[in-house]
């Protein structure tokens, strides 16, 4: 049977699924581009206008590039910081020889605690932050946002732990390697595709977080999410000026993930030499 | 060795007894009082179970409670099989794939008030999107978000279409992650891409699938952002989900002693359903 | 969630501007430089003409105001943990009528008189239907209690209308029910336009705020009398029933077959894009109308108070919101709040909230000339309108009310029960809650 067949089918069902993950975002992009009337009366054809991102970004009543800047800062804290703390333990968790009742409550306790919707933390979580003067600052937010992506990210990177040869990293021991050493240079390159995926999630998911963040922040701490929240009004919803600052919001992300692509191209090469 | 057991496991513990585990024993404490503000100050009077008591007859939350596995079944089982689906056939291909792996991570990226807002007007039965295309293949306009029959099922939709990619990314970083050894010998075996599959992937994959599973389970039992946008959990109660009505309880009524009670006892439900789900997942997994 | 107690918090040093009280003719000599403060507001369509009066109010006086501007969802959140917690974030907190009970049982504002026991309602003011004042001890909104906060937007539905259409079919304004039904049904041409779109979906305060002027328009109510502290509940009369028969068949025959799923937003859209010949939707969309950028309808809407039945008068519920001193401040930036607050309420600060395109809370703006232009043709409807105003509920349990409404009128709009049965049902579920928070409360006989 010829090889083009098969690999045919798989671009063509690719492409189609691209096609529909592409029509509501390229729509989303290009709604901030239009005008209010335009986009509810559906049109198809239109001439694009720049006021919704000039509103955006410089109008009087907008803080969006502060916004911009302190969602990079909460983002990026709060991913190296999860990432660390939970590659770290759940390293710790699979290899150094801790009794199975403690990494099965723990995980199992982390799951549990991922279930709980974060308004119902934000409220306890500002009480904490006022109390000890903390609800102005970044710190409040950025601690916060590392616990809610704390579970995932531990067991996800307890996956990725796991499937590291114990025979290298003991290997490596007998030559006398500390611990320090085994992590950087045997676990940390066989988990990057995980920890590149895992990382693009955490950053994504403290972007976009919204509940805690309006609990946690003032006019000069808040996020993103908070001030797209804003175009939803008690009673309209300025879509055009939403989709622009949406459009603005992915951007971050997005580059993430292309400087995350050839991360995880390295980190395979790597496991095929081994 | 101890201080590197401790050294490595400490941090996350540390910041899980102190940032989680107080706002969950507020949480349970709160759940046995009622709660009422004088003057600036708040009194908890105590209502022993009272506050569970009266959980079963809140007719939201039995609507909540049906809606929400509907939801959840539907939701992430679409999600693992298309991201499955995906990151296989991604896989396979090498030209292209840092391109297709960018466009089908997009939908993750869009904050959740936005694609509900957007979404929102795409369904919308006059003006929207969805119906402008139906209408090109000369179908019926629907009110897809104001119908009883295609609410809920709308809403699935636009779930699966916003989570795909996270089910996709993990399960592909996974695939990527196999070793390639097995793979070598099926080949000189002379094995079928489907047994390929069974036989290999499958059980390699079985811990990335659980666990994308279980987290995408616990995330979708906390969905809100896209039914307080599309549907407010409407029309009537069809697309009432549980954590929609701890919302209402919640924080809309203040009702925080009753609101607790129903927080809790969605952990608890959850925490039943999840092990239920691993047991099983288990079972087949030794099986295997 | 328990209060806890924290350490005397370092207050952010203000910019305290040089003492220049310039010609101030309203405020008394003896204010001029106050504390700064900072007033927590929601992003609106009226908040730039409030930001506008604050800028004025800054300029005006000398005195320094932060404004901490937050999304509606989340809004009361945001003021209730300021309020609960030992040391507040906001003075002024901008309430709106779904939380405003809320905040005065709690005792979490203070008294406008009691901060400043001079202070004085202008006489111009509007009201809205009393909410400005409440009474502790009876826990009544009545003039005889104390004057808790001060109107900041005096949001209310009116009727927009086609005003080109009108003139086309030379019709009039609609005074009465029957009048509005009789010319929605003569402007209903389907699916092209609708005769009228009603907010008939299940929301936060959707279905049951689109029904207010229906139910208090002809006559109905909630509760008896509230004033009084008089809570039985009258939702199952039989004007009750008349109010919400009316509003499904006007539905059914000239308004949008999928009312029931019909939101503000939906409103919004079927207006600008010349959709439906009628929409009773709150005034602070006015300003969408005539925008060419938002609207395809520009110039051809007009507007007048929602109709009424013979014999009553216009009731269109009360969506506003008041200007409220949080308690848990300290005193000099109480003192600095009040002050920002008697400033709102003159003459000049009302104008520039009008000309910025905010909806005034005093009547001397309603007979100024700017009334007569045709940009503020929805003034005339508005001075009319807002004396009638109504607060449908004084009490901060309102909050659980209002699901019950929502999720009945919903199914009763839907067609899954008919009116006496949803009307019933939805009093016996009131009546439930009221007698749980132990108000003065009774139900009537069944409906038939």
Same mark, same amino acid.
């Given at each position: 049977m010829s090889r083009l067949w098969p690999r045919l089918f798989t671009h063509a069902a690719l492409i189609a699924v691209g096609a529909i993950i592409l029509v509501p975002v390229i729509w989303v992009v290009t709604a901030g581009f239009r005008t209010q009337i335009s986009l509810l009366t559906g049109q198809f054809l239109f001439a694009p206008v720049l006021a919704n991102f000039t509103e955006v970004l410089f109008s009087k009543t907008s803080d969006f590039l502060v916004n911009y800047r302190n969602s990079m800062i909460v983002g990026s804290a709060s991913t190296v910081l999860c990432l660390t703390v939970a590659t770290l333990a759940a390293w710790s968790l699979a290899r150094l020889g801790w009794p199975r009742w403690v990494v099965h409550v723990f995980l199992g306790w982390a799951l549990l605690f991922q279930m709980l919707p974060p308004l119902a933390l934000a409220g306890a979580w500002y009480t904490l932050s006022r109390a000890v003067g903390l609800d102005n600052s970044f710190v409040g937010l950025i601690l916060a946002h590392t616990v809610l992506n704390l579970p995932m990210a531990l067991w996800l990177m307890g996956v990725f732990v796991r499937e590291v040869p114990l025979e290298l990293e003991e290997a490596a021991r007998i030559d006398g390697a500390s611990t320090f050493t085994v992590l950087r240079h045997i676990v940390l390159p066989l988990v990057a595709p995980g920890l590149a995926a895992c990382a693009i999630l955490t950053f994504v998911f403290s972007w976009n977080e919204f509940a805690v963040a309006l609990n946690l922040t003032m006019k000069q701490t808040a996020t993103v999410p908070v001030a797209i929240a804003k175009f939803a009004q008690d009673f309209e919803i300025r879509y055009t000026q939403m989709a622009a600052a949406a459009g603005l919001s992915i951007l971050p992300a997005l580059v993430l993930l292309l400087i995350g692509q050839r991360f995880i191209v390295r980190g395979l090469t790597q496991g095929a030499v081994k | 060795m101890r201080l590197s057991r401790w050294a490595t496991f400490g941090p996350a513990l540390l910041l899980m007894l102190v940032l989680g585990v107080l706002p969950l024993a507020n949480l349970f404490y709160t759940s046995f009082h009622t709660v009422t503000w004088a003057a600036g100050k708040a009194t908890f009077t105590p209502a022993g179970i009272g506050n569970y008591l009266a959980l079963p007859a809140d007719p939201l939350l039995r609507a909540g409670f049906f809606n929400t596995i509907v939801f959840a079944v539907g939701a992430v089982g679409g999600q693992m099989v298309l991201g499955f689906g995906l990151a296989l056939l991604c896989s396979r291909v090498t030209r292209g794939r840092v391109l297709y792996r960018a466009v089908f991570i997009l939908p993750i990226l869009i904050p959740g008030i936005v694609i509900g807002a957007i979404w929102k007007l795409m369904l919308n039965f006059d003006f929207g999107l969805v119906n402008q295309i139906t209408d090109l293949v000369g179908m019926d306009p629907r009110n897809w978000l104001g119908d009883r029959q295609t609410a809920l099922a709308s809403v699935i939709a636009v779930d699966i279409w916003h989570w795909t990619p996270f089910c996709f990314l993990l399960l592909l970083a996974g695939l990527e992650s196999l070793p390639q050894d097995p793979y070598e010998a099926a080949k000189i075996d002379g094995a079928s891409w489907w047994q390929e599959l069974r036989y290999i992937t499958l059980p390699l994959m079985a811990p990335a699938i659980l666990v994308t599973f279980a987290f995408r389970l616990v995330i979708a039992f906390k969905v809100f952002d896209e039914i307080y946008l599309l549907t407010g959990g409407g029309p009537v109660t069809a697309t009432e989900v549980l954590s929609f009505t701890l919302f209402q309880r919640l924080f809309t009524e203040d009702r925080e002693g009753y609101g607790s009670a129903m927080a809790v006892a969605i952990i608890f439900l959850c925490s039943l359903l999840l092990v239920v789900a691993v047991s099983v997942g288990r079972r087949s997994e030794r099986a295997a | 969630m328990t209060s806890k107690r924290i350490t005397r918090r370092q207050t952010v040093a203000g910019m305290t501007a040089a003492a220049g009280a310039l010609g101030l003719p309203m405020i008394g000599a003896a204010q001029g430089k106050v504390s700064p403060i900072t007033i927590v507001v929601n992003q609106s369509p009226w908040f730039d003409s409030f930001r506008k009066t604050v800028e004025a109010y800054e300029k005006e006086s000398g005195n320094k105001v932060e404004l901490d501007v937050n999304p509606f969802a989340g809004s009361l959140e945001k003021q209730r943990n300021s309020v609960r917690a030992a040391k507040g974030q906001y003075d002024v907190l901008i309430m709106n009528s779904g939380w405003f009970a809320e905040m005065y049982f709690g005792g979490f504002v203070e008294a406008l008189s009691d901060i400043d026991p001079g202070f004085k309602l202008d006489k111009d003011i509007f009201t809205l239907n009393d909410t400005v004042y409440f009474d502790p001890v009876k826990k009544t909104m009545t003039p *005889? +209690?104390? $004057?808790m906060s001060m109107p900041i937007s005096p949001l209310i539905p009116v009727l927009y209308y086609r005003g080109d259409l009108y003139k086309q079919t030379g019709l009039k304004a609609p005074d009465t029910f029957a009048e509005l039904e009789d010319n929605a049904k003569k402007l209903n041409k389907p699916p092209r336009m609708y005769g009228i779109v009603q907010r008939g979906a299940r929301g936060p305060a959707t279905v049951s705020f689109d029904f207010y002027p229906y139910l208090y328009g002809f +006559?109905? *109510? $909630?509760?008896?009398?509230q004033a009084a502290g008089d809570y039985t509940v009258t939702l199952n009369s039989e004007l009750g029933r008349t109010a919400l028969d009316y509003y499904i068949r006007l539905a059914k025959e000239a308004g949008h077959p999928k009312t029931a799923a019909m939101d503000q937003a939906d409103l919004i859209q079927n207006m600008v894009t010349g959709k439906t010949a009628h929409v009773m939707m709150v005034i602070s969309a006015w300003s969408q109308m005539d925008d060419p950028n938002k609207s395809a309808v520009v110039g051809k809407v007009d507007f007048a108070p929602t109709p009424h039945a013979p014999g009553h008068s216009t009731a269109p519920g009360l969506g506003h919101w008041l200007g409220g001193v949080a308690r848990n401040v300290p005193d000099e930036r109480k003192r600095g709040a009040v002050e920002f607050l008697r400033w709102y309420q003159t003459k000049a600060a009302q104008m520039v909230t009008a000309e910025a395109g905010g909806i005034p809370v005093s009547a001397a703006i309603y007979r100024e000339p700017l009334a007569q232009e045709p940009r503020f043709r929805w003034m005339k409807a508005i001075a009319e309108s807002l004396p009638h105003a109504v607060s449908t509920m004084n009490f901060p349990e309102a909050s659980e009310v209002i699901p019950i409404l929502e999720l009945g009128l919903n199914q009763a709009i839907a067609g899954e029960t008919n009116s006496v049965a949803a009307l019933n049902s939805m009093a016996d579920q009131i009546h439930a809650v009221m007698a749980k928070y132990k108000y003065n409360t009774g139900v009537l006989p069944k409906l038939k």
């Open positions: - | - | *005889s +209690g104390k $004057l +006559g109905g *109510s $909630l509760f008896k009398d």
